[in-house]
């Protein structure tokens, strides 16, 4: 069975954010919650500053916080490590949110997608309401929305339950990358089975030394970043006093 | 209810209404979500959630103060047995309000018994809090009927007293077992939680045995009563003493820890006021409270102790609502990105009426109870 990770190259990574938008779409994700998020720090003084950016998502640990908190098993492990949340066990307790300490889960506060549920046209007499657009065309909650989610998570996860990435499982379970994998323009994103010694994702743990989000806590995480962006030169000095 | 006939049809017409108006918002929540909560993906869990915790480990404390008769045989508290049960089963039914409503619905609360996770301590609290609930009310059923010295009316005392022992430890670790989050203390956030026990449901059931007793101009006098306000005294005075001890250490780690996660735990902004690093509910809700028990002529009083327990009661709500929220004051993670780098909280008219729901529930069944139920029973023979 294979065991699923994914390595983020922060060296190729330009933070262009289409990991971000593609998620959005294949997942039909609401505004307000976010399967693909990133880090953003500012360090140094000005004039020497310099920004950073690290993708993340949801880790996949080996050893889930979210998992082993869950009081209905709603989040579970699949037995290609993928953690899996099943809408239908869900209660909306939020212990998982809480629990993750990688701030990747969110809660359906409300019924998603509420800008496309107005009847509000945007020039009246003029266009059609949101609500009468995902009508027309057929949609589910939105005009745009993607049927191929169906299937192992609800196509639109209701108000009242928690949701986050689930490495595209859908796409996995037909042989296909996560689409934030597929979608990236830089190729920053390395998707494939940490079991298997001569994978891709292997070949690039055993060659650059990977860091992991919060390890000091023990969760295992299956999301690995190697190197760093950072083209700055600076002159060679032994520094003074 | 002798002393005040005229008052209890108002009293009764107040918690209809508190009732209906909490109803309705229940409903509410349900057709519209948690949108009415000012919660967010930061602030998880707001004021439902924090009066399902003071109200859940009061009724432990009042199961465990019944366990002094119950299960160790002391025979001058059996006049109160009857109706620390009762209270207990009031109050939790009053918490399992508040939670339902947390969870948006009450057959998510039934669902958790039907697809169990037992290595989730929120799937244990459900679990013992609902055994404790049957077995109570059972207890209950038994002494009303006269049953006090059987073996198996024995069997639920003892049952309710571990239950009632373990239960608390079980809310703590909820907050304890969370890695990510070091400022609820790991695992002492368990021991915690059984000491607020303690003190809550002393404090609760002298507040309601003295407001009760000036109402309906009943056991003010006599020997019971005064085993009530020496001993029961006695013992809020210590477990005041016992979390007050607790809570300077938890403040002096708190300031003087250089961990990052309290670090910014530091820049909490209280929800009710501080003076230094001390909140206003802790030197309101308890330091002040335990000054004053520890005065004898204010501790012998009947209105000292109203206001002592009173302080004590409301103070506990107070510190779990602060605990409860500066643990999530500021986001995790890549929640950095969309919320402040601090979120405020001040709940909602929604959030406010779910603790009216839940306490008018709690004092309908005590009024009730009351009324109709024969708490002031003791055993014969």
Known sequence: MPRYAMVIDLQ???????????????????????????????????????????????????SAPCVRGCPTRAMHKLDNGITMHDPKKCIGCKYCEFNCPY?????????????????????????????????????????????????????????????????CDHRVAKKQLPYCVEACPANARVFGDLSDP????????????????REEIGTEPHVFYIRGYNPARYRATKGGV | MNGNKSLYPIWLGVLGIAILAGA?????IFMQGHILFNANDVLIWTLPLGVYIFLALSSSGLTLLSALPLVFGIKKYEPFAKRLVFLAIATLCGGFVSIGLELGSIFNMIYIMLSPNLSSPIWWMGAIYSVELAVLALKFWKMHTGDYHSGFSKLLGTASFVLALIAPLMIGSVFGLTESRATYFGPVMSIYCLL????????????????????????????CAAVLYDEFTLILTYAAGIVTAFTLLKIVIESSTTIPAFLVYHKFEHLFGSIGVF????????????VLLLIPSVRGTAGGRILASALIFVGSLARHME???AGQSHPVGPKAEQFPQYVRYVPSGWELLVLVFA???????????????????APTG
């Open chain 1, 198 to 213: 001569n994978s891709e994702v292997s070949v690039l743990l055993g060659k650059f030394h990977p860091f992991r989000l």
């Open chain 2, 323 to 325: 605990i409860l929220l």
């Open chain 2, 24 to 28: 309705v918002a229940g409903a509410f």
């Open chain 2, 196 to 223: 607020m026990a303690v003190l809550s449901g002393t404090a609760l059931f002298i507040l309601y045995s003295l407001v009760v007793g000036r109402v309906t101009g009943a056991a003010s006098s006599g020997e």
């Open chain 1, 12 to 62: 190729r990574c330009v933070g262009c954010g289409a990991c971000s938008i593609a998620c959005r779409n294949e997942n039909n994700v609401t505004e307000g919650i976010y399967w693909s998020n990133k880090i953003t720090e500012t360090v140094g003084t000005f004039p020497n500053v310099r920004y950073h950016y690290i993708p993340t998502l949801c880790n996949h640990c080996g």
């Open chain 2, 279 to 290: 909140g206003t509910e802790v030197i309101l809700g308890l330091f002040l409270p335990f």
């Open chain 1, 103 to 167: 701030g990747v889960i969110y809660f359906n506060w409300e019924k998603p997608h509420k800008f496309w549920r107005s009847e509000e046209a945007a020039i009246p007499g003029g266009t059609a309401s949101p609500k009468e657009l995902v009508e027309k065309v057929g949609g589910q909650a939105t005009p745009y929305s993607n049927p191929e989610r169906t299937g192992t998570a609800a196509t639109i996860r209701p108000k009242g339950i928690v949701e986050k990435c689930t490495f």
């Open chain 2, 359 to 377: 306490l008018a529930v709690m004092l309908l069944l005590y009024t009730l109870g009351e009324r109709y139920l024969k708490l002031n029973e």
